[in-house]
T-cell receptor, first 116, second 116 residues
């Protein structure tokens, strides 16, 4: 068990470009979450998968954002036509449903996006 | 409705002295509670969790927290602060909603500074 990994760790892009981030969850975790975190704030929920099904999307997730988890393992988060306001840390977490439905989430190191 | 309040946005202690980070929650149901730590430019690490078992929960790095239902509190403590404890700490409650038990409610965070 190597933990949740994310790639890349840092991304600098120009406004209007598309970017894609990858998350590899802890093996056998069936739930995967994406969050966004800006400086000095806690994480904001973006979306969540159970296996390959995307079960919920936050209103924060505009049409420019799309996430996939095609085989129920790794996930990608794509941002199209990036804006400066998209600059943030994008965090991925995974979990599996345990006793009493505790569903403890374990986080990756994050991808820091800077939009110039 | 569920909520979580971290009572201090910043806490400063001297190395070797006790740490107390305060958290109060509101939940209509028996909650699951978590503390996460985030070091600068790093991802979130689970410190400890309460899931309706023992009310005194021991976590990593010498931290512990006590669930007090009568006070709706889940304060984080450590007997002796170390320089490496300087970080942002988040108190989190799992919100139980009809048919949906995965939503995390995040506190705004407490920044812990440890002075030599």
């Amino acid at each position: 068990d190597t933990g949740v990994s994310q790639d890349p760790r840092h991304k600098i892009t120009k406004r209007g470009q598309n970017v894609t981030f990858r998350c590899d969850p802890i093996s056998e975790h069936n739930r995967l979450y994406w969050y966004r975190q800006t400086l000095g704030q806690g994480p904001e929920f973006l979306t969540y998968f159970q296996n390959e099904a995307q079960l919920e999307k936050s209103r924060l997730l505009s049409d420019r954002f799309s996430a996939e988890r095609p085989k129920g393992s790794f996930s990608t988060l794509e941002i199209q036509r990036t804006e400066q306001g998209d600059s943030a840390m994008y965090l991925c977490a995974s979990s599996s449903v345990g006793g009493q439905g505790t569903d403890t989430q374990y986080f990756g190191p994050g991808t820091r996006l800077t939009v110039l | 409705a569920q909520s979580v309040t971290q009572l201090d946005s910043h806490v400063s202690v001297s190395e070797g002295t006790p740490v107390l980070l305060r958290c109060n929650y509101s939940s209509s149901y028996s909650p699951s509670l978590f503390w996460y730590v985030q070091h600068p430019n790093k991802g979130l690490q689970l410190l400890l969790k309460y899931t309706s078992a023992a009310t005194l929960v021991k976590g990593i790095n010498g931290f512990e927290a006590e669930f007090k239902k009568s006070e709706t509190s889940f304060h984080l403590t450590k007997p002796s602060a170390h320089m490496s404890d300087a970080a942002e700490y988040f108190c989190v409650v799992r919100a139980w909603e009809a048919g949906n038990n995965r939503k995390l409610i995040w506190g705004l965070g407490t920044s812990l500074a440890v002075n030599p």
